[in-house]
Structures are given as C-alpha cells and as structure tokens.
C-alpha cells in the first residue's frame, strides 16, 4: 500500500517516515524548497528518504518569501534563542509560517491523488511544540474532512487518511520512537538557524527541544551544536 | 477592507472580483503559474486585475505539472471537444487537477494571513460546471473550517470567509452578474486549448459553456473563436 510521507529531515518526519515504513506503506517522500533559510534540512530529507527506502522523493519549489511574514522565510526577522520552555509556549512564535501545514498537506493530497493512495504521514506533535496553530489535532481533522470532500477518490467513495503517529507524544517518546524504528538521528537535522558549515546553532526553538527530546529520553544526540 | 481574490482570467473569477470591489473590498488578485497549457489565461489575469483597481496581482509558481495527470498539465492528454453537456456532467473530467482548488486556497489563505485579512474570494460555481469536486459548497465550507483552526488570526479568534458569490449561478447568470459589475468581456480567457496566437478553440469544456452562457444571457461575447 502506498503513503504520501512528508519529510523536511527533521528527527519529528523522520521518525514518522520510519513508523510508516514499518507498518508496511510504500513510501513516497515529499519535501518543499520553500525558501527557509535552513534550506540544508533538504540534504537531510534526502538523506533519510534514501535511508528508509522511500519508493520516491520529490522536492518541490514553493516560493513562501513571497509572502514573508516569518523568521524561517523573511531575512529581516531574526529567529529567537535560549527561549525557556514557558517562553514558547506562549502564544504564536515569529517562525510560524503562514499557512504552511495547510499548503504542504494540499499537495501531498494532490500526490497522492495522482498515485490512487489514499494514506498521507505528517510528523506534527501538539505536546512538544512552538505553538503552531496548523500542528494541532483539530486542524488534522478539518484537513482529512476537506481531503474527502475535495478529491476525485474522495467523491468516487475512497477515504483519505492523515496519519499523524507523533501527534500526542513528548519530544523523549519521539526520539524513542525513532530509535525504535531503526532511524539513524545523525542524517536528520532540525535547526532553523544552522551555521555557514550547516552546523546546528543550539539555541533556536527547534534545537532545544531536539535538545531536551535526547535528553529526557536518555539517548545521545549524535549532531555537534555551534553553542 | 481588504480581500484576496483567486483570478484565473476567466469569466467567472473575473466576475468574482468585480463583485469583490463592488461590496467595497480593497483586492489583493492571485493567479497560479502552474503548468497550464493555457498559460495565456495569466496575461487575461493581469489585465482584469488592473481593469477592477486591485491593489496588487501577484502570480504564483506553483509546478502541478509535476504530478501530471490532468489534461490541462500533461502534454500526453487530450482537452476533450464537442462534448455535449450530458457528457460533461458525466464523472469527473480528464481536465481536472488534482486538489487545485485546495493548493490554491491553501496559498490564498497564506497571503490572507500576511495581509491581516480575513476575506477570500473565489470564483466557484457548482451549476454550469465541469464536476470538479472542488467546486462544490461542501468543499468550501470544509475549507472555510479548516481555515479558521489552520491559522493564526483563526486561534487569536478572527474568523475566516470565504466568499463564493458565483457558487449557485447558471452561467448565464454569471455573464449577467459580470456585466452588472462592469467588466469588460474583451480582456478575459476561457479556452482550456488556446491556438498559438491565443485565439480560443471554442469547442473545448470551457468554451462551450462559456459560449451557452452568453446565448442563454442575451449578451454578445466579444471574443472570437476558431471554431
């Protein structure tokens, strides 16, 4: 059976790319050249869409600078650090990229579409979070609502599905997870904010609750930190 | 107020703007650069955008043609001509693109959520059309919900519309609507299998109800077709 999986090479869809594999899917991997500014996360992506014998893995350029608005598109916001726990769970951070879920998610229904499956992997979590508003359970819902209803497969009587196997975990579990389903954490990358040599910086959002994931769950994070 | 509305340089989201101004909305015009074959539509897209006074067009690049599989985006398939409209209402059309709509509102929703706006037009209509599933109300009010969980403006409690004024009208009365609004006919393209010069086919889906729909209004459409 075939699944969408989407992949930005993080450990979150890394991991999730790996429960998809052991439960048997046919993986095709979907990453986006959205403009980040850690735009080596996609060497991580291919790396770990290699490494979990995806059937197929495709890149696709959405130019979301256009819109700027957030610290992972636009140059001139900077992307905050040494951000306690408290801190980020406050409200919306300046690296929430308008809409983003929403459109990664709408093509990897289009994929999926096209290559008649009905199943579709996304690695959100709404424990360990930046607050996101589009990594939340009833946003998932409201999507795989929509997927029924906007598709030929949906109206011909085939269900779509939005696996979100991370959904309810902390980031410990997670990285325990991905251990368990044999992923190698030194492809994956997580920073928003990676140095010239690609090294992760440490003190952004996502590298602390990498950080911290590896921590609580007594497992050594193989990546070298800038800080 | 502001509004984004999707063009596509046909009559129907041409229309739609027209009554986007006319409520008074201050317009933001999307258009998709999407691998059509009748990329042409785009320049149409740019003059009625300037024709209706939007406050910026901006057009997307968005590859489709990655995913094939539709008529309208590979090569390898026929825009099908001179069907009747008990064929066209017959199943789901080789012209349609898998999960466009819900790309295109997905980056609507984006661009809506930079702009701190919450009003989306979009120029759908499940009378006079093609059966595409994502024509229908029921995809738009799903879209209208997943909205409003997906984004910030939506968590902080502004609620999204989306505004779908042509979604109950024959054609006829679409042609009737524009011409109420204003716009002129001239600068909009509807043809799916445009000839090198951009001439339309006048046999293909989209001309022939396009066609009927100015019979059936009474009015002249001043294009000329090939056919």
New interface residues.
Partial sequence: MKAVCLLSGGIDSSTCLGVARREGFECYALSFDYGQRHRIELQAAARVAEFFGAREH?I?????R????SALTADDLAVPKHRSAAEMTQG?PVT?V??????F???A???A??LECSDIFIGVNAIDYSGY??C?P??IE??E???N????S??EGSRMRIHTPLIKLSKAEIVRLGASAGLDFALTHSCYDPDQGGRPCGQCDSCLLRRKGFQEAGLRDPLRYAE
């Avoid at 308008?98 to 459109?103: C, D, E, H």
């Avoid at 209803?149 to 030929?152: E, F």
Wanted: aromatic share 14%; glycine share 4%; hydrophobic share 55%.
């Fill in positions: 495709r696709i350029p959405v130019d979301l256009a819109f700027g608005s919306i929430y308008p809409a983003r879920n929403t459109i998610l709408a093509f229904l289009a994929w579409e096209v508003p589009d939340r009833e946003f409201a999507f609502r929509l997927a209803l906007a598709t030929k949906g109206v």
